[in-house]
């Protein structure tokens, strides 16, 4: 099989695996649309064939610094030892698999690179012959494309379960960005979805020996000088846990181990795996749960503030941050010429960019009415409801505007 073929083939199903692409960076839905990134076609050189067009599997995407790109999302084996319930790539699963060398992928990414076709790669793999030999394959791709094929772009790499160490510091320093799929929030979950997989000591012990690593080695020692960012995957709704179990593991990761972000992929049967006949997730669910993550991150919110149901899932309705300020600022509105940062962020329509504007704009003058907050660019209807301007109620004012 050519490489090409080879990438045709290991593409199928990449989509259950979430990275940077744009349609997953979404603020609370609440908040100004100048927040969100802008999705945009990813170049494809018009001397690359229709084939190679399909078999590229570019994704238009933001990194972690806001700036925009364009991602190879792949996988360097789908051949897998292992059995998780839920996976296409899973063990004794009838399908064609297929296999890239170190060298062969590494050449023809740089194809795509220097063609314009990718800037980015975000690069996993199945397991086979055990988690440490995988994890140097992939290593060993990444040394290629470092040292080999001068590539300085940007560099996901997926660390497989059972790495070592040892292992994780090389690619510490090889390196952007480093991800390992929790899949599930707790030992007892991750049984019912990857009975094999050892929830402590195979998958959260190596997202904390990233933060080991940060805090006792000096950042010159990575890659452009800087500590790799590190993420984690959920399979919602794949185990039956609760929104509050995802997200309390993900609030804990971010502030233990500086968990740059969790990722949330809804859970939808495979063909001829063991969970084939559960129902799909409603999408909507990995909707909410961004949108709570986020919160969490960037708003300054703790667990206690979410919206949760009695069933411990956030309502699929509504937007939590909007469902938090119906039920906490109606009657006792934000007053923006007084508000703390903290205290704006609660706001529906207030991102952290807005909250730092409206701070800066506070020190030469005094918010009487909506014109300004509009001129700053936000959604001034969304904010309306839950703020005084001066002391006044400012959903008076909406039939101004």
């Known amino acids: 099989m050519n490489p090409l073929d080879t990438l045709i083939e290991l593409s199928n199903q990449m989509e259950l695996e979430h990275a940077e692409e744009s349609r997953n960076f979404n603020p609370p839905a609440s908040d100004s649309n100048a927040d969100k990134p802008a999705c945009f076609s990813p170049k494809v050189p018009s001397e690359f064939t229709e084939k190679e067009k399909r078999a590229a599997f570019v994704h238009p995407a933001q990194l972690p610094n806001g700036k925009k790109t364009v991602l190879l999302k792949t996988l360097l084996s789908s051949a897998c030892e292992r059995d998780c319930y839920y996976c296409p790539f899973r063990a004794g699963r009838d399908f064609r698999r297929a296999t890239f060398k170190p060298d062969e992928f590494a050449g023809l990414f740089s194809k795509m690179n220097q063609s314009g076709m990718a800037q980015g790669v975000f690069l996993s793999s199945g397991i086979a012959g055990g988690g440490i030999r995988t994890m140097d394959k992939l290593l060993d791709t990444a040394e290629i494309l470092r040292k080999r094929r001068n590539f300085r772009g940007y560099l996901h790499l997926k660390i497989m379960p059972g790495a070592q160490k040892a292992q994780v510091y090389r690619a510490m320093q090889l390196a952007d960005r480093l991800s390992v799929n929790l899949e599930a929030p707790n030992t007892e979950r991750l049984a019912k979805l990857a009975p094999h997989k050892i929830f402590i000591e195979e998958l959260l012990q190596p997202l904390k020996w990233v933060e080991e690593i940060r805090n006792s080695e000096p950042a010159d020692k990575f890659w452009n000088g800087k500590y790799p960012s590190s993420v984690t995957q959920f399979v919602a709704g794949g185990s039956d846990e609760s929104d509050l179990e995802l997200l309390t593991t993900t609030h804990w990761l971010m502030k233990k181990v500086r968990l740059a972000r969790a990722y949330f992929s809804a859970f939808h049967p495979i063909r001829d795996t063991p969970l084939e006949n559960k129902p799909a997730v409603n999408p909507m669910r990995e909707h909410r749960l961004y949108q709570a993550s986020f919160l969490l991150r ?63 704009a506070r020190r030469t003058m005094k918010f009487r009415d909506l014109t300004a907050l509009r001129k700053m660019g936000i959604i001034v209807a969304r904010v309306a409801p839950f703020v005084l301007l001066d002391g006044r109620r400012a959903e008076n004012q909406l039939a101004l505007f």
């Open 298 to 360: 960037d708003y300054g919110f703790d667990l206690e503030d979410l919206p949760f149901t009695a069933d411990e899932n956030l309502p699929l309705h509504n937007d939590p941050k909007l469902a938090w300020a119906q039920q906490n600022l109606t009657e006792r509105p934000v007053e923006i010429n007084q508000a703390e940062r903290r205290e704006l962020l609660r706001v529906p329509g207030i991102g952290p960019k807005h909250a730092d504007t409206i701070l800066q």
